[in-house]
T-cell receptor, first 110, second 112 residues
Framework: DADVTQTPRNRITKTGKRIMLECSQT?????MYWYRQDPGLGLQLIYY???????NKGEISDGYSVSRQAQAKFSLSLESAIPNQTALYFC?????????FGSGTRLTVV | SQQGEEDPQALSIQEGENATMNCSYK?????LQWYRQNSGRGLVHLIL?????REKHSGRLRVTLDTSKKSSSLLITASRAADTASYFC????????????FGEGTQLTVNP
């Protein structure tokens, strides 16, 4: 099993719909992150969590919310999806050695 | 913005040649990390170099860090077609630690 698992892998949704992306990790790390990547660009931080009771906004949190259900689970929600949220979304976890990323969720909002 | 900037944006070389990618950043850092991304897939951690280190090696990878110039370089020696990917530098710069800021990456193509 992958260290960081994201579901779904691909999703097409309509404008205005609420959608949840899920992430779970088996690394046992406290820190988890959600990033967004637009074509040809680097990653932008949406939200991050340093433990179950700690949630922080990143650079581009508007239009998104998160829930840290357990140490191993961190979900990202788009409350009302819009087309410019079409992107590749990555979940990650980290310790002092570096980050481990999931394989990503490709989200298309039509 | 602390965002790292990679140079060049794209690099095309022949198999067996060395590839050098550079990264510059703006403020003091705790560490700098390099990641590889194959097309449309997740990022893979390559090397982490701390602010008090100047050079680090891992297999065919060599990373240098010059904190006075706020820059880092990634050297891949004896490149292979399988090295074709995007390479990103990321800086860990907050005092609270572990909140990476990524550059836009260098697209490396290694031709057989």
């Amino acid at each position: 099993d992958a260290d960081v698992t994201q579901t779904p892998r691909n999703r097409i949704t309509k404008t205005g719909k609420r959608i949840m992306l899920e992430c779970s990790q088996t690394k046992g790390h406290d820190r988890m992150y959600w990033y967004r990547q637009d074509p040809g660009l680097g990653l932008q931080l949406i939200y991050y969590s340093f433990d179950v009771k700690d949630i922080n906004k990143g650079e581009i949190s508007d239009g998104y919310s998160v829930s840290r259900q357990a140490q191993a689970k961190f979900s990202l929600s788009l409350e009302s999806a819009i087309p410019n949220q079409t992107a590749l979304y990555f979940c990650a976890t980290s310790d002092r050695s570096g980050y481990t990323f999931g394989s990503g969720t490709r989200l298309t909002v039509v | 913005s602390q965002q790292g900037e990679e140079d060049p944006q794209a690099l095309s070389i022949q198999e067996g040649e060395n590839a050098t990618m550079n990264c510059s950043y703006k403020t003091s850092i705790n560490n700098l990390q390099w990641y590889r991304q194959n097309s449309g897939r997740g990022l893979v951690h390559l090397i982490l170099i701390r602010s008090n280190e100047r050079e680090k090696h891992s297999g065919r990878l060599r990373v240098t860090l010059d904190t006075s110039k706020k820059s880092s370089s990634l050297l891949i020696t004896a490149s292979r077609a399988a090295d074709t990917a995007s390479y990103f530098c990321a800086t860990d710069w907050e005092t609270s630690g572990s909140r990476l800021t990524f550059g836009e990456g260098t697209q490396l193509t290694v031709n057989p």
